[in-house]
């Protein structure tokens, strides 16, 4: 892969670095721990990237001795160093001190990471407290040292007599961004480990000192060695022989998949999924194409030779139970989503793997009858073991019904499945909202339980207070797993628990009140990561026969703005909603209610002694900020050291 010459009118300039310190959450997911590792991925990323287009073999990583700084380098060509021709500084300048710029790069040859990755240097530059850039590059040594995104040196020659090129970065967090500025060198190493897999020309040097060790990683059997090492890891013996591997160079518009996949006798299936060499944990689109594939294949190869017993229903997860697969697909602009941004969302890519896939895989099936054979022998096992278990399931289910029903609380509209794990059940201040969310709701998986009456203040009261405040007594029944010592989670009934309340003060009180009692005699759903808030909208603005939800003030400040500046008369309408009480069902359906379509904050408790969402309380606080939630956040988190 030959990428074009880069010259300094390819970079596109945009704005300063402010946002990134403002935000941080915006560019890298958050301060956390994710957040911290994220500045060395991205890193990485561009080090690999060198590599993936063939100029770089190396790459080195240190975490140095304190734990809170790292150095990455690589034998690639070094970023450029010469004087941008509008801006007049160094090319290396102007990327590590301007947000989005970028090189220009010839779409089709150069394949950036992208996403919440490839944000650029620049935002690591930002959130770090120092930063030293070392270029090895036309016959020189050059440095620039930063802190916290500027400048304090100009770029030097520091050597002319440098026959090497590469890039090395040193960088130091600003431990005043991060909750910890710690790296995590396990956790370093082993993602390093799968770059190496996922690249088998790449090797890659890691020196922990903080430990005292040195590993080295390079995997010329790329993604088929890292099956190997996976399924060695999972401990689970393979039903066939040979693990299929499809390598297709060229897809549509530069695109290039790597897949390798081994059946096995894992109940599970486990799939890991990559995009330009960056994990996608959450899955995606590639992933959907990859599953659709397997599936149509296997039926068709099924199909074909008569190889099903008659009778015999076959799901997907069936034809799927006990794969191991890695699955790599590089591609121009990925485009993610989800909270983490670990899933990709290009429509296109769906079909893009499942067409590149599916026949390659029936082929290789009707060329290979004998792993043809052992893999629809599996299928037919997992397929019967599952009708076997769903017949005793439902049977226990049927009587267990019985008994759990009899002590519901009459006014919640209960779901109709029992499988606590795809029920949800939405706790709501009112009756008339109760009656929207019942109307909007989806039956099967989805209870409603209004509350009309006061919600005790949890924070002040004894069990037995607690267990006589008709509202909270309700939410424990309709719960079903008990409270405080007799909690039990196994028989909780619904996996997600989501406050749906109005989104003004009163609506954030009875939040606090809820959360309080959660937190002081439910905690084990907290912790669990059951426990949800809803965001329902409190606008909704109409313009150009367009419809847009906005969660708050600043929301629908932002969407007005942007529509008169597409257009300057536009007509705009707008409408408050007084509660949820007023929104139509079909209108809580589609915000706030749809799994597809609703965002739901989940409530936990961060490590340093807040309760807080792991979107970001901040952004909810923010919002509407009444002081009193505030207060009894911190509150129930200093009743909780007095317990301890
Ligand atoms: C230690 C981590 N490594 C890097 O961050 C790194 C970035 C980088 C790079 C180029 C080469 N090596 C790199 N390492 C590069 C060079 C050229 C063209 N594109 C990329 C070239 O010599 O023509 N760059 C990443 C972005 C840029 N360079 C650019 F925008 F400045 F061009």
Redesign the pocket.
Known sequence: MV?????GE??QVLEGLEPVRRRPGMFIGGTGKPGLHHLLWE??D??V??AT?G??TN?DVTLHKDGESI????N?????VDKHPTKKIP??E??LTTLH?????DNSN?I?SGGLHGV??SVVNALSEEMI?I?K?DGGTFEQRFARGFPITKLKKTSSKTRR?????FFRPDHEIFNSTTFDGEWIRELLEVKTFLNGDLRIVFRDETSDSKYEFQHEGGISEYLEHLIKSLGVRPIHEQPFLLCQEKLQDGSRLELVIQWTEATQEHVKSYVNGIATEDGGTHEQGFRDAVRSAVRAYMDTHDLLPKNLEVAADDIREGIVAVVNLYMVEPQFQGQTKEKLNNPDARALVSGALRIELEKYLNKHPSTGEAIVTRVIQSARARHASRAAATSVRRKSQVSHRLNLPGKLADCSSTDPSESEIFIVEGDSAGGSAKQGRDRKTQAILPLRGKVLNAEQATLKKVMENKELSHVVQALGCGIGEHLDLSKLRYHKVILLMDADADGHHITTLLLTFFYRYLRALIDEGYVYLAQPPLYRVDAAKKTYWALDDDDRDAIVKKLQKANRNIKIEQQRFKGLGEMMPATLKSTTLDPEKRRLLRVSIAHEDKLVTEKTISELMGKDASARFKFIMKHASEVDELDV
Do not use: H, M, Q, W
Not at 71 to 74: E, G, L
Not at 76 to 80: L, V
Not at 165 to 169: D, E, N, S, V, W
């Open positions: 990428a074009k010459t880069y010259t390819d970079i890193i990485v561009n080090a990237d060198e287009n100029y770089a790459i150095t990455v380098s690589d690639g060509r070094g970023i450029p090319t290396l102007l990327i710029a970028g090189g220009k790069f150069y950036t650029g240097a850039a270029v590059r090129t590469g890039t090395t970065i």
